[in-house]
């Protein structure tokens, strides 16, 4: 399931985080979080409240060490 936090991208950081977590608490999908994910405090949000997937073009053109390896 592709989530979208439509306010949080208006923001710039995950708002939702609730909605994603009894989304994630109530069904077997494998979520994708879109929108508001800014840093990796988002992206720590996202994970540890049920995505799976992070769409994160906006963090890895800002802070493309975070995904180097």
């Known amino acids: 399931m592709h989530l979208v936090d439509l306010d ?13 977590e009894k989304l994630a608490s ?3 999908l494998i979520i994708d979080l879109g929108e508001g994910l800014q840093s990796y405090e988002d992206l720590q949000i996202a994970f540890n409240n049920g995505a799976k ?9 800002k ?4 995904f180097s390896t």
């Open 8 to 20: 949080g991208a208006q923001i710039g950081k995950v708002i939702h985080w609730k909605v994603l």
């Open 26 to 28: 109530h069904t077997e």
């Open 53 to 61: 997937i992070a769409a994160v073009g906006s963090i890895a053109a």
């Open 63 to 66: 802070e493309p060490t975070l």
